[in-house]
Structure formats: C-alpha cells, structure tokens
C-alpha cells in the first residue's frame, strides 16, 4: 500500500524559509517519479517541482532558484527546500508519486504553507 505523507509546513514570514518533508513507503523511487504540487485558494493544482526516477529535476518558473527539490532513498523521503519565500507562495503543499510503469498517480493528504507580507 503506497503512503505519502507530509510534514513541515508553518507560518513563515517573507523572505523566511520552510523544508517540506515527503515520507514514502510502498513505492522505490527507481520507478517513480517524485513532485512537489501547491494549490492556493480559487486556483488549480500546479507542478512545484519534480525529481524524475532517473534523477532529473524540474522547477516551475515562479520557484526558480529559490527551491530546490532533493531525495534521500535510505530515508525513502523527498525534500522540498523553498528559500525567499513569498506571500504568493503561500498555498497547500502536496507530495505526488507517478509510476512510470502503470502510470498511476498517488497523492499524500497536503501540509499547509503560509507566507505573511
């Protein structure tokens, strides 16, 4: 049974940084690719940032430079790192695994991020 659970959202100021943690158990990182999603209120779901199973990353414009996304397959966890935080940052955070190999995507419950101005 896949599990993806989340952990260390908070209130931050701007400027400020968080490092959201991804804890996984029922899936290897070898078939999976790994992503970080935010939904902010009245808006929807978008790619944050993605570490593929091959190790390759990608980050959307808006994070460019200020996050950075990491894996630590002893732990089986994924990292997000977001420096320079801002307050349109601020949004319900999500760990995503997609399965290369049956496609199937998991998600974990969401941690919530709030940047104050």
């Known amino acids: 049974q896949v599990q993806l659970v989340e952990s260390g959202g908070g209130l931050v100021q701007a400027g400020g940084s968080l490092r959201l943690s991804c804890a996984a158990s029922g899936i290897i990182f070898s078939s999976n690719h790994m992503g970080w999603y935010r939904q902010a209120p009245g808006k929807q779901r978008e790619l944050v940032a993605r570490?593929?199973?091959?190790?390759?990353?990608n980050y959307a414009d808006s994070v460019k430079g200020r996050f950075t996304i990491s894996r630590d397959a002893a732990k089986n966890t994924v990292y997000l790192q977001m420096n320079s935080l801002k307050p349109e940052d601020t949004a319900v955070y999500y760990c995503?695994?997609?399965?290369?190999?049956?496609?199937?995507?998991?998600w974990g419950q969401g941690t919530q991020v709030t940047v104050s101005s």
């Open positions: 570490i593929t199973n091959g190790g390759n990353r």
């Open positions: 995503n695994a997609l399965n290369v190999i049956s496609h199937i995507n998991y």
